[in-house]
């Protein structure tokens, strides 16, 4: 379906056209449509299916035609992290290009400027704010942050701002919002706290469910099956000859993110990590170094995994097995995209293979196994059905498709 066929003003699909848009993605076919309407909604959808147009449309749609208070905030749109608040207000600032539409983004950061534009944006009553829970939760514990006018309140990606503890947080804001209001919640999964979550505050909402897509086919899938101390070996063994241009290690925790960062700076790799210990300005930094080619390697926990746009990732380690499908999805989706090729390795230690083999089944595919360089010793065997895999009785062999990211 095509945007024009939606009930968009000109000045929506004025921006559109200026922006190249033209088919809608499902998300954004199912959902605009149910928004327009003023319906709550709850939407489960993964990243990169076009989720946030599917919401900011419709919103700039209602307010640019009118009859919502200038002075006051209409539209709260919340975000897990800094990196996907900045991400919404770019798409943001090109919609709204062509309307009469104000916003800010509100986010940590020790920048004292920062946050005196963020206050100033709040004040004044920008239309829509791009808010992370705790930022938001600063300025309004000082006092001059009025919500009782906000028509729109947005959750995006909210599965991952319950892992990260904002319960508490989002149910604190709701308090200063209006009982008449349009909630829109966006999830990429739909686990018992959400549906809880989303009986709290949406009022007899619409759903939307898309099925989560595979990966897609341009993507190498392979893995090795190890132990947890081979892994740094087979990266330095990976690496030997080249690094390819951008490669991404996801490990699941900041102490390991920490620790492998370390471990590869010791083999002089040129890597960055990231991690949510790190302030506003240092992951800005990072993000940019690596962008730029600065930076060959970077080490991330899944808060990169997820709405974070770098087109021309060649590589992809899970360091660690993803906790569900739809985090292997997502950590593997950041590579073969905008037409490229892609390769993407996990490393399975003994307890993490029945969490593989999980993955597996969702794939409806057996992932290829590398053998483990030989220099690194014996192997377990891949056997998920028993508590741990046994030895396999015989040295790994070389890893072939080793490198195949150049192809």
Known sequence: MKFSELNLNEQVLEALDAMRFEECTPVQEQAIPVILEGRDLIAVAQTGTGKTAAYLLPVLNKLSEGGYPEDAINCIVMAPTRELAQQIDQQMEGFSYFMPVSSVAVYGGNDGILFEQQKKGLTLGADVV???????????????????????????EADRMLDMGF????????????????????????????????????????????????????????AYVCYENQKLGIIR????????ERVIIFASSKLKVKEVTKALKQMKLNVGEMHSDLEQAEREDIMYRFKAGQVNILVATDIVARGIDIDDIRLVINYDVPHDNEDYVHRIGRTARANNDGVALTFVSEKEQGRFRCIERFLEKDIYKIPVPAELGEAPAYAPGSSKGSRSGKKGGKPAGKRRWRK
Do not use: C, W
């Open 130 to 156: 791009i808010a992370t829970p705790g930022r938001l939760i600063a300025h309004l514990s000082l006092g001059y942050v009025d919500l009782s006018r906000v028509s729109f309140f947005i959750l995006d």
């Open 167 to 222: 319960y508490d947080d989002i149910m604190q804001i709701v308090k200063y919002l209006p009982k008449e209001r349009q909630t829109i919640m966006f999830s990429a999964t739909m686990p018992d706290k959400i549906q809880q979550l989303a009986k709290n505050i949406l009022n007899n909402p619409a759903e939307v469910k898309l099925a989560v897509s595979k990966p897609a086919d341009k993507i190498i899938q392979a």
């Open 237 to 244: 063994s990976l690496f030997v000859d080249e690094v390819p």
